[in-house]
């Protein structure tokens, strides 16, 4: 129990600067702690009982538990670590700040060196995905949405575990996007170039696809198919696969964008600060060895970000082991199999699948929670490439990577009520607005990608595919530009307060 | 969002309710709006506007002079330092 003052912290800038915490009122936080607690364990004994009576149920089930065990590790390291995509680009440009923007390559270096070894002995889940100017308009439209709502795809879900409401209805908003997206002609149909029309219906696809209707459908088969697969280690005419998977896609892919990334971000956002710093402090302030030392402060400097960047790199990459050995245990290769082997066939694709990425992903399970409710509804929303060919429209309780997301939300939860940081939190007018249009531009970004700041550009940089830094650079031109448009906004509302008294 | 000047040379900011980035955002541009040696109480509720705040403060100088915590809600005391 904590009564008074307990400093905390203590820092220096022209002599000592006390930073002081204290927390309020000792009894009353003790018992929010303790219910907090308890909130806690139900969520985690719920996850373990849900795991292990749907174990005793059919061993085959593990398979959703394993989805869900990493969903928790997830959720938690993001909540731990305040670990958000959109604060990575947009607290750069809006307050120049770099703390996410390191957290996020240290995670894809992690998450690189694993999944490198899971790829070279020939376990890696993923799928290089095509790439071209698509990929950057995608990031750019996702880029854009992620400012104007305040959070990722992925940074919704943790937050929206926090308590956050706001959180809660940009999830609503994305998925909702997304299931319509997905299947919507009519007028726009008239949208799409002649070209991509042809090439669709020329792909030969399954006659309960109406690939020549629906714009999505004729984008997907008439331009993206197009498009070429490129890795990094392909590009160099690397052999073997562990010069591929080390060299090729960790090396080049990551590690050197990555660093020279960090130095764009060290020479225009931190540097000033810390030579400031270091002439305050009487340190030498020029020379080779005060720029090195300056570099790696930045690294250092939240260290909470760097160890979630940590773990979650290491626990992605785990996941796609894990998967990859759950399927070969099963002897299939995707949970479709298993669904129908279990007796269920309704919701499968054409192919006999459903989502089943093998790896962390977030889009795609929103779009079929939200798409299988406007099935049930009456929309026959099954004909177009994305539900009906590729993903399929499982019950929701059977949606492998849905288990995933329900967990992260719970892993966050679960660190936020340990923090005592878990705190519902209303929506506002405003922030609902926010919420509402920024999730939707960054539903029709993620399909745009096919992904989302997770499985369009964390996965892909990391796995050394090509395609994923081009949805980065588009990200960062939609934050820009949603940083600008804020700044406006929220100058004119600073002028209508500050009307009132002279400054 | 609430901006009002309390006293001579101290100024309450209270944001809270607001998400990402809008804390840090309002925060930045009332900082930049004072004069050195001004003091800015921020009040605020969004955990991760927190880390960018701090983040902000240290690079520019600004001094943190006090943090405090009550379930979710944080009540910081900000001076404004030479630009």
Known sequence: ?503 | MKFEKKSEGLYALDVCGYVCPHPQLYTKKALEKMKEGELLELVFDNASSGESISAMCDSRGNEVVEKLTDSGKYTWKIKKMAA
């Open chain 1, 1 to 503: 129990m904590f009564l008074g003052t307990k400093p905390l912290l203590k820092c220096t800038w022209q002599g000592i600067i006390h930073v002081t915490s204290r927390v309020i009122g000792g009894a009353a936080m003790q018992s929010v702690g303790t219910k907090n607690q308890i909130w806690a364990y139900t969520i985690i004994g719920f996850f373990t009982l849900l795991t292990v009576v749907s174990y005793s149920v059919n061993e085959y089930y593990i398979y959703l538990g394993a989805y869900l065990w990493f969903g928790f590790v997830y959720g938690m390291c993001l909540q731990y670590g305040r670990f958000c995509f959109s604060s990575a680009f947009r607290d750069l440009f809006a307050v120049g700040v770099p703390r996410m923007a390191v957290g996020i390559m240290i995670a894809m270096v992690l998450f690189g060196a694993v999944s490198a070894f899971v790829t070279a002995t020939g376990n890696s889940t993923y799928h290089a995905a095509p790439y071209g100017w698509h990929a950057v308009i995608a990031g750019f439209v996702f880029g854009v949405g992620m400012v104007l709502t305040g959070g990722c795809a992925s940074g919704s879900l943790y937050k929206a575990g926090e308590g956050n409401v706001t959180a809660m209805l940009v999830f609503v908003s994305i998925s909702t996007s997304l299931a319509i997206f997905v299947d919507v002609g009519g007028w726009l149909n008239a949208l799409v170039p002649n070209s991509w029309h042809e090439s669709a219906l020329s792909k030969g696809l399954p006659a309960e696809i109406t690939v020549g209707d629906g714009w999505l459908d004729q984008y997907l088969a008439g331009h993206v198919w197009n498009q070429p697969i490129l890795t990094y280690s392909e590009w160099l005419g690397l052999e073997g696969p562990w010069v591929s998977a080390y060299v090729g896609s960790v090396l080049v892919g990551i590690v050197l964008p990555a660093s020279v990334l960090l130095v764009v971000v060290y020479i225009f956002w931190y540097r000033t600060g810390y030579l400031r710093k270091r002439v305050e402090e009487g340190k030498p302030h020029e020379g080779f060895a005060t720029e090195l030392a300056g570099y790696w402060s930045m690294i250092a400097a939240s260290k909470r970000t760097a160890i979630a960047g940590l773990i979650l790199g290491i626990a992605a990459g785990l996941h796609m082991y894990v998967m990859n050995g759950m399927q070969l245990k099963f002897g299939v290769q995707n949970f479709g199999s298993i669904l129908k082997e279990l007796g269920f066939t309704s919701g499968l694709s054409i192919k006999g699948t459903v989502f089943d990425p093998g790896y962390w992903y977030v889009t795609t399970q929103e779009a079929q929670w939200f798409g299988w409710l406007f099935n049930k509804l009456g929309w026959d929303n099954t004909h177009n490439i994305f539900f009906g060919l590729e993903n399929g429209l499982p019950n929701p309780l059977l949606n492998p990577a849905g288990w995933m997301s329900i967990a992260l939300i719970g892993g966050a939860a679960v660190m936020a009520l340990l923090n005592n940081e878990f705190k519902w939190k209303n929506t506002t007018p405003e922030l609902a607005m926010w919420a509402i249009i920024g999730g939707t531009l960054m539903g029709i970004g993620s399909r745009l990608g096919l992904g989302c700041n997770v499985g369009a550009f964390f996965v892909r940089v990391s796995q050394g595919d090509v395609s994923g830094w081009l949805f980065g650079i588009g990200m960062v031109g939609g934050a820009y530009l949603g940083v600008k448009f804020f700044n406006w906004w929220t100058e004119r509302k600073m002028a209508r307060e500050m009307a009132a008294f002279e400054l």
